[in-house]
C-alpha cells in the first residue's frame, strides 16, 4: 500500500513495530496465565510456570504467587495484575532509558511552533485510552516539549490551566524561556474531543453519553472560559490562543475547528482528515504544507469565515499533514480502522506524569493531584474496567504515579507520600473492589525535573522476593 | 495601666472593643440555649423563644427548629449549630460592608515593606486558633496585603508556596506589581509556630506534641525548602527571604528569630518581646524603632551574629514594636495572661478564605483545598472539637468556604462545587459524627477579586424559612 502523496518521511514502520511490541508484551499475559492455569496442578508446576513466563514474558513470577497450588487455587487475579505491573514498568523503564519515541529534530519543534506565533503548545486529550496516542501518534507531535494533562470529556481545570500560563509568562519575562516575553507569542490550548465513526452512539466518549456535539461543545466552552480568564486576569493584552480538535477514535482521523482570524471556532464546523486525504489523493509531490493551507484557505471561502492568522493556518496545515501519515498508519496496519473500536485497556493511570504512555488503547489516565478531586474521572475509568475485567473475575490495575521536581527539597518524599494518600483516597472510594481482591495498585514516582526513569515506591502486590525498584 | 514607651498611637480600645463584640456574640449563644431548654415545655415557648433570641442575640431563630417541643424534646444541637453559624455569618457581612480592623495608611504599608526589601509578605501560621489574630492584632499588621494561609504545625506547602512565587514575579516582571522586577527587593515568607508559656507540655502545638522546640525546628525547615526550592528552580539569582517567629499564645509575646547577615536562622536564638518589653520599660519615648534596631544590634554582638540586612533589621524592630503594642493590650484587658489558654474556638473553618477571621481563639483553620490533602489538620482541628464540644453532646460546627477570581468565567459555579465537594468528603470522613447529629456544615463562598462579602451558599442545617442569602 502506498503512502498518500502529501505524506512525507516515513516513520509507520518504527512506530508500528513500538506499537506492536508493548501491546504484544500486554496482550501476552492471559495466555500465558490461562496455560499456568491449566498445569497448576502438575507436580512440576513451578519450574515449568516459571520457563513458560520467561521464554513468552520474558520475566519469571513471584514464587509466592506460584507455591501451594495443591493446597489452594492458583490467584490468578493477583498473577495478571501483578504481570500487568511488571510489563508497564519494564515498559517505562525502556522508554526513558531507550527513548523509543525520539524525533529526530524535536529541538526544531519549538522554533517551527514560534515562528507560527506560539511559545508553548498545551494539550488536553479526554482520560479515554483511544486518545493516549494522540500527541506522538494522532498528530506527530513530539512528546517532549508538549505538555499533556487528561481529563474525562476534555474538561480541563480552568484554574489549573491558568497556573501553567503564569508559570510560563514568568519564565518568559525572566529568564527568557522558551523565548523573550516580547517576541509576538502565544500561549495555545489545545482540547480534543472524540468520538466514533463506526458506533457514534456507544464509542463515543463516556463522558459526553456518546454524544459528539456535546462533547465538542464542551470543550470548547473550556477552552473560551480559560482564555477569558486570561484576559480577565491580567492587563496589557494577556490573552491565549484556543484550538479544538476532535478524533475518531476507530481511524484516528481528526476534525480540526479551524479558528477565524478573531480565534472563535464553531462546533459545527470543522476540517474532516478523512475527507483531505481522499480529497488530496492524487495531488502532487511537493509543498504538502502548502497543498492544505490552500485547502483550508478554500474552505474558510467556502465557510463564509475569515482565514485564520498565517501561523496559526501553518500550524493547522501540519497538524493535518501528520493526521494524513496516522490515517496511511492506521489504513495499512490496521484495515483502515482499528479492531478494537471499543476499549481495551490494560491498565488505569491516575496521578501526575505517564509520559511514557504515548500508545492507543493502553491505559486510561486521569490526571489528578487527589481523588476527591478527580473522583468523576475515576468513575468513568473504573466503569470501562467493570467491563473489560471484573466481569470476567479479573482485577483493575491502577498504576499511581507522581511526578516531582527533584531539585526542590523533600519533593521525592512529598511524591511518595502523595502516592501513598492518593493509594488510600482510591481504596476507601472502591473499598468493596479492594474486599473482593479486584483493585490493585502500583505507585511510582519520578524526577522529571532530572529527565529521569520512574523508580516503584509501593503497592498492593509487592511480593517478598520483589524488590522495590 | 500607662503604655510601654516604645508603643505610640493607641489602637487597643479599638481592637478590644471588635474583639470582645464578636467573642461576645459567640459566647451569648450557650447561656440562651440554655434558657431556651428550660422554658421549652412552657405555652407560649415560641414566642418566648423569638423574644429572647432577639433581645439577646439580635436575631430570630427558624421556626422549624423550635416547634413540636411538646413531642420531642428541643434539638440543642442543631439549635447550636444555627446559632452558630448565623453569628458567623452576620460577623462576616460586617467585617466586609464595615471594615472594623481596617488599618489607616495600609497603603503606606506597601511602601514600607519595599524599603525594608520587600515586595510580598506571605504568612504561614498554625491552624490552631490561638494564633487566628497573628496578623492584625499580634503583628499589628494590615490584613489586606498580608497574605496568610495556616497549615497545622505551620506545616506550610512548599509547592503550593512555590506557585505563589511565581504568580508573584510574573506580576512584577509583566505588570510591575506591586513593584517593577528590576527593584532590589524578594519575597519574604514567614513560619509561625506557637507555644504555651504557663503550661509548654499541655498546651502547645498539638500538631509537635506540645514541642516547642521541634515546632520551631519543622516550622524552618519547611523555610528553608522553600528557599532552597526557588534556588533551585529558577536562575538570576533567584532566592527569597525567611522569617521565624513564635507566639506564646498565653501572652501573645513573640519570639523572633532573627536572620543573620547570610538569612541563616537559629532555632535557638530569638529575641524574645517580653523581655525587651521589661529591658525597655523605661526608655525614653521617641524612635521606638531605632531604640529596638539598637536592642537587635547588641543581641546580634552578644550571640555572635552577623547583623542582618538593614531592611530586615527595620522590619524586624517594627515587628518587635508592633509586638509591645499587643503585650499592652494583653496586660490591660487580659490581665496579662488570658484566661482562655487552652482552645476555646467556635467553630472549623476549612478551605481557601477566611480573611475575615482576625480574632483569637475563635476558629480552627485548615487552609486546603480537598480533605484529602488536609485530612491530617483536620484531624487535629476535629480532636481539639471533641474536647470542646462533642464531649458536652454539642455538635462540631464546620464552616467551608472557597474564595475565588470572579473574572474567570465559572469561577463561583467552580467554587460552589467545591464546597459540595468539600463537604461530601468531610461528610464521609467523620461519618459518625455526621451520623449522631455531631457535625454541622455551612457553606460559604466569596468573589476575592471583587472585595465582596462572603455568600451562603449551602449546608446541613438550612431550614425552610430561611433563605441561602
Not at 482540547?191 to 466518549?205: F, I, K, L, N
Not at 465538542?216 to 477552552?223: I, Y
Not at 503497592?459 to 525498584?469: A, K, T
Request: proline letters at 3%; aromatic letters at 8%; glycine letters at 8%.
Amino acid at each position: 500500500m502506498g503512502h498518500h502523496p502529501l505524506v512525507r518521511g516515513d516513520e509507520n514502520a518504527r512506530l508500528y513495530q513500538y506499537e506492536q511490541a508493548v501491546k504484544q508484551a500486554f496482550a501476552g499475559i492471559e495466555a500465558v496465565l490461562r496455560q499456568l492455569a491449566a498445569w497448576q496442578h502438575e507436580s512440576d508446576f513451578v519450574g515449568r510456570a516459571q520457563g513458560h513466563a520467561r521464554a513468552t514474558l520474558g520475566f519469571e513470577l513471584p514464587a509466592e504467587l506460584l507455591q501451594d497450588t495443591w493446597i489452594q487455587a492458583l490467584d490468578t487475579g493477583r498473577l495478571y495484575a501483578w504481570c500487568v505491573f511488571e510489563t508497564f514498568r519494564r515498559m517505562s523503564a525502556e522508554f526513558f532509558e531507550q527513548r523509543p519515541l525520539a524525533v529526530e529534530g524535536a529541538a526544531s519543534f519549538h522554533a517551527f511552533l514560534q515562528q507560527c506565533g506560539f511559545h508553548t503548545l498545551d494539550i488536553s486529550p479526554c482520560a479515554d485510552g483511544r486518545l493516549a496516542h494522540v500527541i506522538r501518534y494522532v498528530l506527530r507531535l513530539p512528546h517532549e516539549p508538549v505538555r499533556r494533562k487528561s481529563y474525562a470529556g476534555a474538561l480541563f481545570d480552568v484554574e489549573d490551566s491558568l497556573e501553567k500560563w503564569v508559570e510560563t509568562e514568568m519564565l518568559r519575562q525572566r529568564e527568557g524561556r522558551p523565548n523573550a516575553a516580547d517576541a509576538p507569542t502565544r500561549y495555545l490550548k489545545v482540547a480534543v474531543y472524540h468520538h466514533s465513526s463506526t458506533r457514534p452512539d456507544q464509542e463515543g466518549c463516556a463522558a459526553h453519553g456518546s454524544d459528539t456535539r456535546r462533547a465538542a461543545q464542551g470543550a470548547l466552552e473550556r477552552l473560551q472560559a480559560f482564555r477569558q480568564g486570561v484576559e480577565n486576569s491580567f492587563c496589557c493584552g494577556a490573552s491565549i490562543d484556543l484550538l479544538l480538535i476532535g478524533v475518531d477514535t476507530d481511524t484516528d482521523a481528526i476534525r480540526l475547528h479551524l479558528p477565524d482570524a478573531d480565534g472563535a471556532m464553531d462546533v459545527d464546523d470543522y476540517i474532516d482528515a478523512n475527507e483531505l486525504y481522499h480529497a488530496t489523493a492524487n495531488a502532487a509531490m511537493g509543498d504538502a504544507e502548502a497543498t492544505v493551507q490552500d485547502h483550508l484557505r478554500r474552505h474558510c471561502s467556502a465557510a463564509n469565515m475569515t482565514v485564520p492568522a498565517p501561523g496559526m493556518l501553518r500550524l493547522a496545515a501540519r497538524l493535518l499533514c501528520a493526521n494524513l501519515a496516522q490515517i496511511d498508519y492506521v489504513r495499512r496496519y490496521h484495515g483502515g480502522r482499528y479492531a478494537d473500536i471499543g476499549h481495551q485497556e490494560r491498565f488505569i493511570g491516575m496521578g501526575i506524569g505517564f509520559e511514557e504512555v504515548q500508545l492507543r488503547n493502553l491505559t486510561y489516565f486521569a490526571y489528578l493531584r487527589t481523588v476527591e478531586e478527580g473522583a468523576q474521572d475515576l468513575d468513568v475509568g473504573i466503569k470501562i474496567f467493570n467491563g473489560l475485567n471484573v466481569r470476567r473475575g479479573l482485577p483493575i490495575p491502577v498504576v499511581i504515579r507522581y511526578d516531582y521536581h527533584g531539585q526542590v527539597p523533600g519533593a521525592r518524599a512529598r511524591a511518595e507520600a502523595r502516592c501513598q494518600q492518593l493509594e488510600a483516597a482510591l481504596q476507601q472510594r472502591y473499598h468493596a473492589y479492594v474486599e473482593q481482591g479486584l483493585l490493585h495498585t502500583l505507585l511510582m514516582v519520578r524526577d522529571c525535573h532530572a529527565g529521569a526513569s520512574a523508580e516503584v515506591v509501593g503497592g498492593s502486590l509487592l511480593c517478598s522476593d520483589q524488590e522495590v525498584h
